[in-house]
């Protein structure tokens, strides 16, 4: 199963466990319905279509609201290192939650004790604090934009918004950002890179590209980095490898986007829809 | 040790001016919502102060702390306890600091316009100045912000600046100040 943990902006929500359905455009979990906007209810409605197609179980969630303050990613935070150990989740992503060294490291601690642990993916806020904290080679996937690989790039920055200005300089060389974040641990097993041109790396280099269809309108939009993020954690959970899931996903993303005829103003929901199709086109 | 513990401590070693920035002191906050406030609080009032990244060895990843001449030391206090956001400390600037991302990406999709700071982008429709995408970011408030500004005018959104709490929001109130200086002229 694909466990799921992130905040949504909701401030009155309390943490909220259970299976995520989808109905109407909107996420179900505990008999509560959020709508999808982008960050990780996003990243749940991608993941929800892609188990449909793919006919295995819905995923699991852990969401609280948090609109910044950090309060609900603090309860989220305490509540996996509580239950986490106890679990048996094929695949475990991490999502946004606000960044928070001490907590992120309780966390480690309590995945490192355990005997099996799941492939373990992480983006936004979690990603972050994954760097920061000088842990990120324990994870196996990392799912940065462009920007964020230069922040995982910079050995210095705690955070994407200090990237230095020399190394932002250098984003149309990806590589080099790739070959930078390794060299200093700073990188998970697997980089699964968004960008005009989608790359999966890994130490050695890069591993395969996607770059088609072009729709330049997605770098606007925001969620599309999400949805792609869970498209690829429920292609892991299915079974796939992670190699093969990322160009899967990479393909099923970038042609849900072409699906909606995207432009800067669509709303990632409006892509949402078309992961069904786009999935079943990509697996043939 | 507490964070702001450890702070307090890191703070009182080295002496002022150790990287030539004798009349300069920062500003320590609880949360960076609040520096924030204290920022725009400070502006407002015409004072010559920068929000920066904390010295490298307190860095917890999320924080800023506001630089300010150390001269108007109790000026500045004063004005921030009549708003009600008085710092947890004030100190000299002891080491380099964090510098925030300045690099500004501009992208003109015909009738759109994207202008992005750091990891954040805020994309609008030139011809009306409607806020139409927000994206990027990792932080809790991020699809906040985006829920409250998607779909209203540059002229009458919320600022990040208003209700955002993070760097993220902070990025994002960078992007939104340049985009108003190309679209509201």
């Not at chain 1, 309390?14 to 209810?41: C, K, Q, Y």
Request: net charge negative; aromatic share 6%.
């Amino acid at each position: 199963m694909l466990g799921i943990a992130g905040t949504i902006p909701m401030e009155d929500v309390p943490l909220l466990t259970g299976r995520l359905t989808m109905a109407d455009g909107d996420i179900l979990i505990e008999g509560r319905r959020i709508p999808v906007n982008r960050g990780t209810s996003a990243l749940i409605g991608a993941a929800v279509k892609t188990s449909e197609v793919l006919g295995t179980p819905q995923p699991f969630g852990y969401i609280v609201g948090d609109i910044g303050r950090g309060v609900g990613s603090r309860h989220l935070y305490k509540h996996l290192a509580d239950t986490f150990a106890e679990s048996a989740f094929h695949a475990f992503t991490f999502h946004y939650l606000q960044p928070i060294v001490h907590w992120h490291n309780r966390l480690q601690q309590v995945i490192h004790g355990m005997e099996k642990r799941p492939v373990l993916i992480a983006d936004a806020g979690f990603m972050y604090v994954a760097k920061m904290s000088g842990h990120a080679p324990m994870y196996d996937l990392f799912t940065p934009d462009v920007g964020e690989l230069a922040f995982l790039a910079d050995e210095m920055a705690p955070h994407p918004f200090y990237t230095r200005g020399f190394i932002l300089h250098e984003e149309n060389r990806v590589p080099d950002l790739i070959a930078r974040a390794y060299e200093h641990n700073n990188a998970a097993r697997l980089l699964l890179v968004k960008g005009e041109t989608d790359r999966l790396a890994d130490r050695e280099g890069i591993l395969c590209e996607v770059d088609g269809p072009v729709e330049k309108a997605m770098e606007a939009i925001g969620g599309t980095g999400d949805t792609l993020t869970g498209i690829v954690s429920a292609l892991i959970c299915s079974g796939m490898n992670i190699k093969e899931a990322a160009a899967v996903a990479m393909k099923t993303n970038r042609r849900a986007g072409a699906y909606s005829r995207p432009t800067p103003a669509t709303q990632v929901i409006d892509i949402i829809r078309h992961i069904p199709r786009a999935l079943e086109d990509t697996l043939g | 040790m507490s964070f702001l513990g450890f702070f307090r401590d890191k703070l009182t070693q080295g002496s002022p001016g150790d990287n030539g920035n004798a009349d300069r002191g920062i500003m320590v906050f609880e949360h960076t919502g609040e520096v924030i406030q204290a920022e725009g609080a400070l502006k407002r009032g015409g004072w010559e102060i920068r929000v920066m990244g904390p010295p490298p060895e307190i860095q917890s990843g999320c924080d800023l702390v506001i630089e300010f001449p150390l001269i108007e030391r109790l000026n500045i206090l004063r004005t921030l306890e009549k708003e009600g956001i008085p710092p947890l400390q004030m100190v000299p600037v002891t080491g380099p600091l964090l510098q925030p991302v300045d690099i500004f990406h501009v992208k003109d999709f015909g009738e759109y316009l994207m202008v992005r700071a750091a990891n954040m982008k805020l994309t609008v429709e030139k011809a009306t100045g409607m806020i139409v995408n927000v994206s990027g970011g990792g932080c809790p408030d991020v699809p906040y912000l985006a829920s409250a500004m998607v779909g209203r005018s540059l002229g009458d959104a919320p600022s990040p600046r208003e209700i955002g709490h993070t760097l993220c929001g902070y990025s994002l109130q960078l992007a939104y100040e340049e985009t108003r200086r190309r679209c509201l002229v």
